[in-house]
């Protein structure tokens, strides 16, 4: 399907950027639960689990961390919602550096291993 093929092509940019994964956990919607995505798996060598139907826990970080990058959003469009792709850049920063207790550091920091800078730092060398 079209969005097998989406996920497929994502999960190719990831793994070109980021490396790959031991492991993928996933629902069990079909975008996942395909003949492209085994092959893909299969190819790169990545184990594919997926998630008990009707257990949310398995998937409670994620649904957190959805939460706050929807809180995020909403907090930054305000009225304008017409603007929300606008925005989204701006709500994905503040949600990548700021501190998440669960992790010890912030999503940015687990990624790239170094502090991000934010523009008031570099503005006034402050770093």
């Not at 826990?57 to 959805?66: A, I, L």
Request: charged residues 25%.
């Amino acid at each position: 399907t079209n969005d097998a093929r989406v996920v497929v092509k994502f999960l190719k940019s990831l793994f070109a950027r980021f490396g790959t994964p031991r492991s993928i956990i996933s629902d069990r919607g079909t975008h996942f639960c395909n003949d492209q995505f085994a092959k893909v798996m299969l190819k790169y060598r990545v184990t594919h689990r997926l998630s008990t139907a009707y257990h949310p826990q398995t998937s409670g970080q994620v649904e957190v961390s959805n939460r706050c990058l929807k809180r995020n959003i909403d907090r930054t469009i305000g009225e304008n919602h017409d603007s929300w792709s606008d925005k989204l850049d701006d709500a994905l920063w503040a949600f990548h550096t700021a501190f998440k207790t669960p992790i010890g550091c912030t999503p940015y920091k687990l990624v790239y291993e170094k502090a991000c800078h934010i523009p008031i730092e570099l503005e006034h060398k402050a770093y």
